[in-house]
């Protein structure tokens, strides 16, 4: 079983799109005291510097009221000094995600996750720039050199985030393809047909060997903190018995999300679109 080195191939995107002295500005707004929230945006900022995007921080309070960050959203839309937006996610229980990322000007959504952008998603249409999280596990495929046309896919978890723009995207691209969740009825049994796995659910080590095929590729998406450590959706030590490629957790999906979220900001601003 090979590791998928996320952090090796997204300092390598990272040094391919280095442009210093450049004008390019992401703005972040953080909503609230989550500490895996922070110490996400504090990456962001570093990682952004060290290439040359210019970082703006709006840190606001857990009780901010949702018409007061719609407001915010609304002026850094209208800002031409401000190339693009994002708003780190999770938001407190209280506000609407929809309505909040909906209000980020599709030029502007860095996340890549505009009811816009899906939208031609959906309908097998390439939007200007992928999601985030998208992108990044197609990185993470892509660096295992296989055929994908050749093969079958199953994701589990259907979030407008990672598995729905995830499924729209490789529909057309591979044998077959299916999305899941873990309410689904013999999961296991539908899962272990496919050569490539791809988890995001949000529940720690749930994935065993069991769920996969053998010589399959595992990509965990999942983020999840118990204790002290930052786990994975997948139980990493039982599925290396089978799979031929894994992303660890941290130190693969979540590097090249970053990665990929500043290319995004890079082409926004290089090139006004929808």
């Known amino acids: 079983m090979q590791q998928i080195n996320g952090k090796k191939i997204a300092d390598q995107i990272l040094k391919s799109i280095s442009h210093k002295e450049s004008k390019t500005k992401l703005a972040v ?12 945006v504090k990456i962001k900022e570093e990682k ?3 290439i040359g995007i210019n970082f703006e921080k709006h840190l606001l309070s857990t009780d901010s009221k949702q018409k007061c960050i719609i407001e915010l959203i609304q002026k850094l839309n209208t800002d031409k000094s401000v190339s693009a937006i994002l708003v780190q996610l999770p938001l407190p229980k209280h506000l ?6 909906k209000t980020i000007h599709p030029n502007k959504d860095a996340d890549g996750i505009h009811p816009k952008h899906l939208k031609l998603l959906k309908q097998g249409k390439l939007p200007p720039i992928l999601p985030a999280t998208t992108g990044a596990i197609l990185e993470a495929i892509k660096s295992t050199k296989i055929n994908l046309k ?3 896919v199953a994701i589990i978890g259907k979030s407008t985030i ?8 490789l529909k057309n691209k591979v044998k ?13 049994n539908k899962t272990s047909q496919a050569d490539i796995l791809i988890v995001a659910i949000g529940q720690p080590k749930y994935i065993t060997e069991e769920y996969i095929k053998q010589n399959a590729i595992v990509i965990d998406v999942g983020i999840n903190k118990v204790g002290n450590k930052t786990i994975g959706d997948v139980d990493q030590n039982s599925v290396a018995k089978k799979a031929s490629y894994l992303t660890p957790v941290p130190g693969g999906i979540g590097p090249l999300t970053v990665s990929i979220l500043l290319q995004n900001t890079i082409k926004l601003n290089s090139s006004p679109i929808l």
């Open 29 to 40: 707004i953080l909503i609230g005291k989550n500490p895996a929230s922070r110490l996400y």
């Open 48 to 50: 952004a510097k060290k």
């Open 96 to 101: 609407n995600t929809h309505k909040i990322i």
């Open 150 to 152: 050749n093969k079958s």
């Open 162 to 169: 990672v598995g729905l723009p995830t499924y729209y995207y």
């Open 176 to 188: 077959k393809i299916n999305i899941y969740d873990s309410s689904t009825k013999n999961l296991k």
